[in-house]
């Protein structure tokens, strides 16, 4: 099971997924200002190791860290939670709540359902 990430840990992985491959100074160049401290990057790194979302490869002093866990493996577990969380496990009354609030249009939904019928 994927355990679930504090924001700050979202936001690391997301520049992780975007870079591939990354040093501490490569993530830190990703944040936009006022950017947070080395020690805060750096902690957040080791408690994603911790959980298994990435690895490393040590080059001399530094570290050079990838991605154990695919954004969309992760993603797809995030929608499945936000799914069962708020929607009681009901992916039509999610989809439902995107058209009421018109994040998604009924074309658009008409759209997403031709191509699955055209997948088969």
């Keep these: 099971m994927i355990p679930q990430l504090t924001k700050a840990e979202e936001q690391v992985m997301q520049y992780l997924w975007e870079l591939e491959t990354a040093f501490l100074k490569d993530v830190l160049d990703k944040f936009p200002e006022p950017k947070p401290h080395t020690n805060t990057v750096s902690t957040i790194l080791k408690v994603l190791k911790e959980k298994d979302f990435v690895d490393y490869r040590v080059f ?51 759209m997403l359902l031709n191509e699955l019928k055209n997948k088969d």
Excluded at 75 to 103: C, H, M, P, Q
């Design 60 to 110: 001399g002093r530094q570290h050079e860290y990838f991605p154990l866990v695919s954004k969309e493996k992760y993603s797809g577990r995030s929608i499945k939670n936000l799914v069962k969380n708020y929607f009681s496990g009901s992916y039509t009354d999610a989809v439902s709540f995107l058209v009421e609030k018109k994040e998604i249009s009924v074309e658009d939904l008409e």
